[in-house]
């Protein structure tokens, strides 16, 4: 069984009012996304994948990651969460893990946990709110939205006798806007 570790970054960040896309914000004197690329990789899944679109983040990808370009980002995230399934299915991996490259502190932990799972749906929570990352077993990617702005959520609320929540450490935050941004720097 391999289980691919699947960071979702290829939206427009519309909310984050700045010269810069969200993704390449600092945070801690790093961009955003960084700090969830490092994770994600000290997780030691095997393997890791970024869906990018509208920013440009392959200079910040350390060697060894994946980069799925997704060219209908602007169709919404289900077709990242589909190019990144496409992939996997060809890889022949058993599992993903998908969290946003938006949400700097998801602990390796998280990722790691998750992913030793073998629950069709296992959902990380946050003292009992439901967050990201989310594992999705192949028995399940089939059932997955190909269109429109939501990824495993829809699938999650239609099928709650497939999701098991797993209790994680860390925070689910995410950087929407500037404000966001300004309370964690």
Avoid at 66 to 76: C, K, L, R, Y
Wanted: glycine share 10%; aromatic share 4%; charged share 20%.
């Amino acid at each position: 069984m391999t289980v691919a570790g699947v960071l979702l970054a290829a939206g427009a960040g519309t909310r984050f009012v700045s010269s810069n896309h969200k993704l390449l914000a600092e945070l801690g004197g790093r961009a955003v996304i960084v700090h969830a690329i490092e994770s994600l990789v000290a997780a030691g899944l095997d393997e890791v994948l970024v869906v990018t679109g509208a920013a440009d983040v392959s200079a910040l990808l350390p060697a060894g990651v994946v980069s799925i370009a997704n060219p209908d980002w602007e169709q919404g995230q289900a077709t990242s969460l589909q190019a990144a399934v496409v992939h996997c299915r060809d890889a022949g991996h058993s599992a993903i893990v998908v969290g946003l490259g938006d949400q700097p502190f998801i602990e390796p932990s998280t990722w790691r946990r998750l992913g030793e799972l073998d629950e069709p749906i296992a959902v990380a929570t946050y003292e009992g709110v439901r967050g990201n990352p989310v594992r999705l077993d192949a028995s399940v990617w089939d059932l997955l939205p190909t269109e429109g702005d939501h990824g495993a959520r829809a699938l999650l609320a239609s099928r709650p006798d497939l999701v098991t929540p797993v209790a994680c450490e860390g925070r689910a935050d995410d950087i929407d806007t500037t404000e966001d941004l300004d309370k964690w720097n």
